[in-house]
């Protein structure tokens, strides 16, 4: 079995040494040069595609002949896919000329693609900060839903809706509140039969185990309302987690705790909604417990006063722990980018031609308006009117080589 | 007459420039993963190999991977422990004393197993053998064994123990069929001259057939120990995923992690130029390492401590 040297002559082995070497040099490029490496990744796809689909959908991004058809490609968060691929098959059928791809690499991947300009848009459950902002001049921030991150339970004979603070919350997720019938859970309880069948049970925390928005969130709220959280573990889309399980995904989670008893994890309101959890009734800013529901969620966006423009550092901008006695305080903004000027997106359908760039324009009019009354009945939030005009200011002012586009 | 001409040397051409591809994949992925890792090492220094803590948030960063690379040992262990003899057991039965009307199918759904994905075995370890294994694993051992430091916690089937039987179970395809494959390349006169002198089928088995074979077998288990260290989806599904010091695997009762499924439950989301980033591939580096040592290890153990008998399948 052993590869006998001696047999292959010296000039082949010379010749297969050499063609070695260019492969791995090749390599080493392509692999050093990860914007390159996506926009292959890119191309053939966009290839693979419309080879694929030429029967049904004309999809071309060079042929001048059909002018009208556009494929545009975005990339992102994960959270928002459920909704997006629903948009994108509607906005299909409504317009059959336009097909757009989304892919759900993630938001961090989605900020690196639209960084590198490998994809028409971005999406992010965060919004661009710090080296981000820098590195994407003149992009536009447009918040297009909004997501809510319960805090769901699964106790015996405990229904819906026990009440608890994010003090609590996070003496729980710390392993400083261990047990159910814990002083801190049974103080604040206003329902006397609640709060006396809490057990006397050892508290099961779930977390998620992969990098999210919902535990960006998550911890940011518990950073907000907790300052011993806030000094040790702080908020990020993973953190050092003291105590508890990970499980992969909203559906991770909620699998986990619908499953197993005298659980308690946090995933977004869509999943406790679909899922029929039982989910606590959080304390707000103004003192009273509130229930996440999609009403009470969009309060939150209703109620934050002024937001920046498209164009503004939104690094700022959080949801959590608006005013309002009906107001769900663990709220989220999920944002979509887009450049101001768009013949930057070299390569991409919205960055080659007119027509590709108002294609790109008019597909964001549709999501920040007709498009939002698919959100509520996936468990999105629908956007506020505020937020709707901002979103408005912002595609009225994108350009393709100055020019200013049809925004519907 | 066939011709050594053009043909034979385009081929051992092409045959060279495949097999030297892979040396090819191997240097680049080498020089990419150590380049991508120079930032966290840089930062963290040996913390990196020798550090319990994980801490990603921005502003608070440091990254320690002992407790992924002994969750990847101790889970690699586990596997092998539980599938090893069941693998043995299979190979021996199929090749020395099954009629042949059973070997063919047993074999066949032997090997199906492998064929199995396994974010399968994963969904499957979550939602029907993690219950399994509380009830009638991990409940007894933690209410009889639970003193032990090893057995201590409460059985949640989520745990190092799950991931491991998990592991266990993905690997017996690769063991066993190969094992059979090297048990019955043994020639029929190694057993005709053992039974000959007397020896019972049991004393045939163990210190012929196996012993003629060792060396296959061990490849058979290293094989099976590399399926085993790189499995990701599986174990992430049932491993626990806990971080930090939590996850240093001091119970088998304990949620855990290893090397590969917190790359896989990280990576995606990071943020790109982050210490983060650089982290996970850090820890595919050592993944690459930890792989590497066991090859070369095994290699070591065919050729110098087992001292291959001579005429025995290499």
Known sequence: MKFNRKAVSTSTAGLAIALVIVIAAAGAYIALNPATTQKVTTTSVSTAVSTSVSTSIVVSTVSSSSAQSESLAGAGSTFVFPLMSAWTVQYHNLFSNIQVNYQSIGSGGGIAAFEGHTVDFGASDAPLKGADITKTPNALTLPITIGAVTVAYNIPKIPNGILLTGSVVADIYLGKVTMWNDPEIVGLQTNATTAGNLPAKSILVVHRSDGSGTTFTFTGFLSADSSSWNSTIGQGKTVAWPVGLGAAGNEGVAGVVRGTQYTIGYVELAYAIQNKMTVAAIKNPSGSFVLPTLTTSAAAAQNIGALPTGLGDWSKVNLLNQPGATTYPIVTFVYLFVYKELNVNTGQTSGTSLAGSTALVQFFWWLDHTGQQTSSGLSYVPLPPNVVTINEQSLSSITYNGQTLTTH | ?314
């Open chain 2, 1 to 314: 007459m066939v011709s050594f001409g053009r043909g034979d040397s385009t081929f051992k051409l092409i045959a060279g420039i495949l097999a030297g591809s892979a040396l090819a994949i191997l240097a680049v992925s080498g020089y990419t993963l150590l380049t991508g890792a120079l930032p966290v090492l840089n930062a963290d220094g040996l913390y990196f190999f020798f550090g319990t803590n994980w801490n990603p948030v921005i502003g608070r960063e440091i990254f320690g991977a002992l407790p992924y690379l002994l969750g990847t040992l101790v889970t690699s262990a586990i596997a092998l422990i539980i599938g090893v003899p069941i693998s043995l057991g299979i190979a021996i039965f199929l090749s020395e004393m099954s009629p042949r009307r059973v070997r063919v199918p047993i074999s066949y759904l032997v090997e199906l197993l492998a064929a199995v994905p396994s974010v399968v075995y994963g969904l499957w370890g979550v939602f029907v053998f993690r219950f399994y294994v509380i009830d009638y694993i991990e409940t007894p051992l933690s209410n009889y064994l639970g003193w032990l430091p090893a057995f201590s916690g409460t059985p949640f089937g989520l745990d190092i123990l799950s991931a491991g039987i998990i592991l266990s179970i993905m690997i017996i395809p690769t063991v066993s069929s190969i094992s059979r494959e090297i048990i019955t390349a043994v020639p029929n006169s190694i057993r005709e001259g053992a039974y000959s002198i007397g020896a019972t089928r049991w004393e045939v088995i163990r210190n012929w057939v196996l012993a003629y074979g060792r060396s296959g077998i061990f490849g058979a288990v290293i094989l099976g120990l590399g399926r085993a260290v790189g499995e990701t989806m599986a174990v992430t599904m049932v491993i626990g995923n806990t971080v930090g010091p939590a996850a240093v695997p001091t119970s088998l009762l304990k949620g855990g992690q290893t090397m590969a499924s917190l790359i896989a439950n990280g990576f995606i989301e990071a943020s790109p130029g982050t210490l983060e980033i650089s982290a996970y591939i850090g820890v595919g580096l050592l993944l690459m390492i930890v792989a590497l040592i066991i090859n070369i290890g095994a290699q070591l153990m065919v050729t110098r401590v087992l001292k291959v008998k001579r005429g025995a399948i290499e």
